[in-house]
C-alpha cells in the first residue's frame, strides 16, 4: 500500500470508528436505492418537478425546527441509545412506504407525510453522529476520518442508485424500498458491536432549553463558526439542491429513463470517492480555508458547465467533478467547524450545521422546482450557482477574511 492510502485508511485502525464506518456504509447504499426509486416514483405519480422539490420541501421544516433540540438532546444523552431509536424510525418509515407501494395504495401525499417523518427522526441523528466522530479518532485524524465519512455516504451513492436502476425492473418500486429497510440491520449490528467513549457532562446541570438557548448564542457570538454556517447554508439553499431534479435532467433535457437517472445520481458520487479519498491521504491539511473557498468555486462552475450541456456522456463526466468538489466543500466546512467549537458544545453547533446542510437543501428545493418550470432546467441551475458562488465571495473578502487563513 503505497504512503498516501496508508494515510487515508490509518483511522480504520481505531475499532469503533471502523464499526462506525461500514455500518453506515451499508444502510447508505440502500438509502440511496429508496431515494432513487422514490424520486421516480413520484415524478411517475404527478409529471410535475414542483412536486419532485415539494418532496424535499417538506423535509426541511422538521429539521429547522427540530435540528438545534437535536444537537441539544445529542449533547446530554447517550449516543448509542438516541441512534437505537432514530435508526428504527427510519426503518420502519421504509417498510411502510414499500408496503402501500405494494399494495397499490401509494399516493404522492403518502410520500410527502413519510419524508416529513423521517426528517424528524433525522434531525436527532445527524447531530449524533456528527458529534460522535470527533471521539472515535485523534484531532489530527480528524478530517481524514470525515472524508472517510463522506466516503460512507457517497461511496454507497455510487452503487446505490446504479442498483435502483437495475432493480427497479426486477423487484419493483415496493422491493427497492424493501431493501431499504433491511439495510438498517447493519447499522444496529455496528451499535451493539462498538465500545462507546464515556461521554463527559457538565458538573452543573441546566434545563434542556436553556442549554439550546446557549447554544444558539455560542453560535451567534463566534464570527468564524458563524461565516462558516451562513456559507453552508446559502450553498445548500441554491447550488446543491440540483440533485433532486436528476429525474427532470434524465427524462426531459436528455430523453433518458430510470437507468440514466440511476447513472446521473451516481456520478457525483464517484467524484466524491475520488476527491476524497485525495483530501484525506494528504493528512492534517493546514491550507483548509483555502481549500474550502477553492472548493466551492470549483463545485459552483461545474454546476454552470452541466446546466448548459445536452450530451448524456458530457453530463456524466462533469457530475463526477461536480460532486467531488460538493463533498470537498462540505467536509472542510464540517471540519473547520469541528475543530474551532469547545467540545460541550460540538452536538449544539453540529446540530446548526445539520440545519443549513440538510435542511436548507430541502427547503430550496420548492422554490427551485417552481425555477425550473418557469425558467427551463439550464438558466434555474446557472441562477442557483451563480448566487452561491456570490456569497462565497461577499463572506470571505468583505465579512471575514480570516477564513482564507484558517489552518
Known sequence: MSTAAGGTF???????????????????????????????????????????GAIGFVRAFPLILLAPLGGTVADRFPKRKILYI??????????????????????????????????????????????????????????????LNAIA???????????????????????????????????????????????????????????????????????????????????????????????????????????????????????????MLAVASLGDIHWKGRLLLGSGFGFCTALILFAWTRSPVLALGILVVVGGFNMTWQTTVNTLLQTNVNDEMRGRVMASYTVTALAMMPLGQGPMGVAIERLGPSWALTLAAGISMAWMIYMALFRVRRIVHLP
Open 153 to 275: 455516504f457517497n461511496g454507497a451513492a455510487v452503487f446505490g442508485p446504479s442498483l435502483a436502476g437495475v432493480l427497479v425492473p426486477l423487484v419493483g418500486l415496493a422491493g427497492c424500498f424493501f431493501i431499504n429497510a433491511a439495510t438498517f440491520v447493519a447499522v444496529f449490528v455496528a451499535l451493539m458491536l462498538m465500545v462507546f467513549p464515556q461521554q463527559t457532562r457538565p458538573a452543573t446541570r441546566t434545563g434542556l432549553w436553556l442549554d439550546l438557548i446557549e447554544g444558539m448564542k455560542y453560535v451567534a457570538k463566534d464570527p468564524i463558526i458563524l461565516a462558516l454556517i451562513s456559507m453552508a447554508g446559502v450553498t445548500s439553499f441554491f447550488a446543491r439542491t440540483y440533485q433532486q431534479f436528476i429525474p427532470v435532467y434524465a427524462r426531459d433535457v436528455m430523453s433518458g429513463g430510470v437507468g440514466l437517472a440511476g447513472l446521473m445520481q451516481s456520478a457525483p458520487s464517484l467524484g466524491t470517492i475520488l476527491f
Open 10 to 52: 490509518r483511522v480504520m485502525r481505531h475499532r469503533n470508528f471502523a464499526l462506525f464506518w461500514f455500518g453506515f456504509l451499508v444502510s447508505n447504499a440502500g438509502a440511496w436505492i429508496q431515494s432513487v426509486a422514490q424520486g421516480w416514483l413520484v415524478y411517475d405519480l404527478s409529471d410535475s418537478a414542483v412536486w419532485l
Open 86 to 147: 432514530t435508526q428504527t424510525v427510519m426503518m420502519s418509515i421504509a417498510l411502510v412506504l414499500g408496503v402501500l407501494t405494494a399494495l397499490g395504495w401509494i399516493r404522492v401525499w403518502h410520500v410527502l407525510l413519510l419524508s416529513a417523518l423521517s426528517a424528524t427522526a433525522q434531525a436527532f441523528d445527524q447531530p449524533t453522529r456528527q458529534s460522535l466522530i470527533p471521539r472515535l479518532v485523534s484531532k489530527e485524524e480528524l478530517h481524514a476520518a470525515i472524508s
